[in-house]
């Protein structure tokens, strides 16, 4: 019998399996783990196809072994690495040694962790019961949950619904995984955040294969930990940029791969975030779309009006009050700004111009030659005077987290104020009376599981994101202004959005969903996705001729192939192409050379 096998391990895209013989009195199907000499030594495989042959003449290697004591992959498992390697235009081989550890003989008993007991607030817990049993009666769905903690709860309430499954909860980051691990060693969950030894590594994934039921915690490298019996996949935090592995290969994005495994394995999958991403509302259906709607109280000051007679053209009179009034009470002030996008904003230098938009009043990203409004999708030329004052000095002027702090203190002088960012110690970041943070406090420090005595969350410039120059720009500037407000929710504070379109923040306040299905309007009138796929081509070369050269080749062969691809040519190439031509396109690439990299769901 002939044994068609992916070597684990790292492939170029075009080699696909290798035949090795094996005798017929052992039991060798697809999916089976063995040993297999390769090149030099001897590798691990999996096994793709048996056929009948060998033995008459044509000299074959043998199987050297098999992982007998190793749960095959089932059928629908391999196609699911397969349709992933297919999906990130990698081979399986690639796709595999992603996932599968490498095995010893010395793996011991995994270990477990111990556990701090789970909390919410009483009036909290019959809604978020309620969306778990929700959950379990669909396919996929998004539930609104405002932070880690609440998402913690909803997938505990959901294991207790659903003892009998292997679930797999994804994070963005190691620090969300260990935080809800901490809280979930009742379930005595399997952890991976690919900061394990690789025998740690190797003992959690042996431990979840041999599991009927149970829970694996991990980062995105978690997703291609697949189950034959896979119940739910829940996607927390989904709508964050690190679920997809950008920087290097597999270039997989762990939401596609969940998808892939809905369809392969008949999991459960579950999107939850402070708010859903545009790409949720083209997916699912609006009843598929969950969670509490009770936030805290929320307030916009619409800095239009404020920065007039302000003491800080970052902190309005609203802002101004209610700071005061907190700090009255005892209570300790957050006040958000985000760096990011800072330095983008578009503004007279002389008289303070802000070149709103003149269909929606929106902002306006900077793309060099172009300005584009992302609310309503108007482009115009960059401007070359301010037409307030015809001044010519256009340039942005930002204001850093230090500036607005030292205000703070001009302001309040009884007040300790204190500057949060990456590189400074957190230490003591917990007596001050008032605290101007960065994300990296959001990512970092933030713990929704013991809130700090916070009354008020004030988000500083809520329309940065709105700067940036990508398609997301209103998705982000929703995530981002609900992220904070899930802060102000888990301190029972109040919330604050300083913005200057105070139309839009009060829009999404009060029909979030609207919102999001005008921005998904925009990008069906401009091309974008979930409408088109994009593919980002680049050639590794130092020599510019040769790179040149290479994708000049890859352009044509895809005009050829794909009559309705859409090519910008640059140092990289972006394609674009109806999703219902990915198959056309993705054959071209799986038989690319490794020279491409190629990147089928890029972050734009
Ligand atoms: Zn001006
Ligand atoms: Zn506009």
């Given at each position: 019998?002939i044994?068609?096998?992916?070597?684990?391990m790292?492939m170029?895209r075009r080699?696909g399996i290798?035949?090795?013989e094996?005798?017929?009195?052992?039991?060798?199907?697809?999916?089976t783990?063995?040993?297999?000499?390769?090149?030099f030594?001897?590798?691990?495989?999996?096994?793709?196809?048996?056929?009948?042959?060998?033995?008459?003449?044509?000299?074959?290697k043998?199987?050297?072994?098999?992982?007998?004591e190793?749960?095959?992959?089932?059928?629908?498992?391999?196609?699911?690495?397969?349709?992933?390697?297919f999906?990130?235009?990698?081979?399986?081989?690639?796709?595999?040694?992603?996932s599968?550890p490498?095995l010893?003989?010395?793996?011991?008993?995994f270990?477990?962790?111990?556990?701090?007991?789970?909390t919410?607030?009483?009036?909290e817990?019959?809604?978020?019961?309620?969306?778990?049993?929700?959950v379990?009666?669909?396919?996929?769905s998004f539930?609104a949950?405002p932070?880690?903690?609440?998402?913690?709860?909803?997938?505990?309430?959901?294991l207790?619904?659903?003892?009998?499954?292997?679930?797999?909860?994804?994070?963005?980051?190691?620090r969300d995984?260990k935080?809800?691990?901490?809280?979930?060693?009742?379930?005595?969950?399997?952890?991976?955040?690919?900061?394990?030894?690789?025998?740690e590594?190797?003992?959690?994934?042996?431990?979840?294969?041999?599991?009927?039921?149970?829970?694996?915690?991990?980062?995105?490298?978690a997703?291609?930990?697949?189950?034959?019996?896979?119940?739910?996949?829940?996607l927390?935090r989904?709508?964050?940029?690190?679920?997809k592995?950008?920087?290097?290969?597999?270039?997989f994005?762990?939401?596609?791969?969940?998808?892939?495994?809905?369809?392969?394995?008949?999991?459960?999958?579950i999107?939850?975030?402070?708010?859903?991403?545009?790409?949720?509302?083209?997916t699912?259906?609006?009843i598929?779309?969950?969670?509490?709607?009770?936030?805290?109280?929320?307030?916009?000051?619409?800095?239009?009006v404020?920065?007039f007679g302000a003491?800080?053209?970052?902190?309005?009179q609203?802002?101004?009050?209610?700071?005061?009034?907190?700090?009255s009470?005892?209570?300790?002030?957050?006040?958000?700004?985000?760096?990011?996008?800072v330095?983008?904003?578009?503004?007279?230098?002389?008289?303070?111009?802000?070149?709103p938009?003149l269909?929606?009043?929106g902002?306006?990203?900077?793309?060099?030659?172009?300005?584009?409004?992302h609310?309503?999708?108007?482009?115009e030329?960059?401007?070359l005077?301010?037409p307030?004052c015809?001044?010519?000095?256009?340039?942005?002027?930002?204001y850093g987290?230090?500036?607005?702090?030292?205000?703070l203190?001009?302001l309040?002088p009884?007040?300790t104020?204190?500057?949060?960012?990456k590189?400074t110690?957190?230490?003591?970041?917990?007596?001050?009376?008032?605290?101007?943070v960065?994300?990296?406090?959001?990512?970092?420090?933030?713990?929704?599981f013991?809130?700090?005595?916070?009354g008020?969350?004030?988000?500083?410039?809520?329309?940065l994101?709105l700067?940036?120059?990508?398609?997301?720009?209103?998705?982000?500037?929703?995530?981002?202004?609900?992220?904070w407000?899930?802060v102000a929710?888990?301190?029972?504070?109040?919330?604050?959005?300083?913005t200057?379109?105070?139309?839009?923040?009060?829009?999404i306040?009060?029909?979030?969903?609207?919102?999001l299905?005008?921005?998904?309007?925009?990008?069906q009138?401009y091309?974008?996705?979930?409408?088109?796929?994009?593919?980002?081509?680049?050639f590794?070369?130092?020599?510019p001729?040769?790179?040149?050269?290479?994708?000049?080749?890859?352009?044509?062969r895809?005009?050829?192939?794909?009559?309705?691809?859409?090519?910008?040519?640059?140092?990289?190439?972006?394609?674009?192409?109806?999703?219902?031509?990915?198959?056309?396109?993705?054959?071209?690439?799986?038989?690319?050379?490794?020279?491409?990299?190629?990147d089928?769901?890029?972050?734009?």
């Amino acid at each position: 019998m002939i044994a068609e096998v992916y070597p684990i391990m790292r492939m170029p895209r075009r080699f696909g399996i290798f035949d090795y013989e094996f005798p017929e009195e052992k039991t060798i199907l697809r999916g089976t783990f063995v040993r297999i000499p390769f090149r030099f030594g001897e590798t691990m495989g999996v096994v793709a196809r048996v056929k009948e042959g060998g033995g008459r003449g044509i000299k074959l290697k043998q199987i050297a072994s098999v992982f007998e004591e190793i749960l095959p992959f089932s059928d629908a498992e391999l196609s699911a690495i397969e349709d992933i390697a297919f999906d990130v235009a990698q081979s399986v081989s690639t796709i595999l040694y992603a996932s599968v550890p490498k095995l010893t003989k010395r793996e011991l008993k995994f270990a477990q962790n111990d556990s701090v007991p789970l909390t919410i607030p009483a009036r909290e817990a019959p809604s978020i019961t309620l969306a778990a049993s929700q959950v379990g009666q669909r396919a996929a769905s998004f539930v609104a949950m405002p932070d880690v903690r609440r998402s913690c709860v909803l997938l505990t309430a959901y294991l207790r619904e659903h003892p009998d499954e292997p679930v797999m909860a994804l994070l963005p980051n190691v620090r969300d995984a260990k935080l809800i691990a901490s809280r979930l060693g009742g379930f005595s969950p399997i952890v991976v955040t690919g900061e394990e030894t690789p025998l740690e590594r190797a003992r959690a994934w042996r431990a979840w294969r041999a599991c009927k039921t149970g829970l694996l915690i991990g980062t995105r490298t978690a997703a291609l930990w697949t189950h034959p019996a896979l119940g739910a996949i829940f996607l927390l935090r989904s709508g964050h940029p690190n679920h997809k592995q950008d920087e290097r290969n597999p270039r997989f994005d762990a939401r596609a791969v969940a998808e892939i495994l809905r369809i392969r394995l008949h999991a459960r999958v579950i999107y939850v975030d402070v708010a859903p991403r545009a790409d949720d509302l083209a997916t699912l259906d609006p009843i598929d779309l969950l969670g509490p709607r009770t936030r805290p109280p929320s307030a916009v000051a619409d800095m239009n009006v404020e920065r007039f007679g302000a003491p800080h053209p970052r902190i309005g009179q609203s802002a101004l009050l209610r700071i005061a009034e907190t700090l009255s009470t005892r209570r300790r002030v957050l006040c958000a700004y985000n760096l990011k996008g800072v330095s983008r904003r578009l503004q007279c230098a002389d008289c303070s111009y802000r070149f709103p938009c003149l269909s929606c009043g929106g902002v306006f990203a900077s793309y060099g030659q172009t300005i584009q409004c992302h609310r309503c999708g108007r482009i115009e030329p960059m401007p070359l005077s301010c037409p307030s004052c015809n001044g010519s000095r256009l340039a942005a002027r930002g204001y850093g987290n230090r500036a607005v702090a030292a205000a703070l203190q001009t302001l309040f002088p009884e007040a300790t104020v204190r500057c949060v960012e990456k590189g400074t110690d957190p230490a003591g970041s917990d007596q001050s009376d008032i605290l101007v943070v960065t994300r990296h406090y959001y990512e970092n420090i933030f713990d929704p599981f013991q809130p700090p005595n916070v009354g008020l969350v004030v988000d500083l410039d809520a329309d940065l994101p709105l700067y940036e120059p990508t398609m997301r720009a209103v998705e982000h500037a929703i995530l981002n202004m609900e992220e904070w407000r899930g802060v102000a929710n888990a301190c029972r504070a109040d919330f604050l959005v300083q913005t200057e379109v105070p139309d839009l923040f009060r829009s999404i306040f009060s029909e979030r969903d609207r919102v999001l299905s005008d921005d998904l309007t925009t990008r069906q009138a401009y091309g974008q996705p979930p409408f088109r796929r994009i593919c980002m081509i680049r050639f590794r070369s130092s020599e510019p001729h040769e790179r040149d050269h290479a994708l000049r080749a890859m352009s044509d062969r895809i005009r050829e192939g794909v009559p309705t691809a859409m090519i910008s040519d640059g140092e990289n190439l972006r394609v674009s192409i109806p999703p219902e031509d990915k198959n056309l396109l993705f054959e071209i690439f799986s038989n690319a050379d490794d020279g491409y990299i190629i990147d089928t769901r890029p972050l734009e």
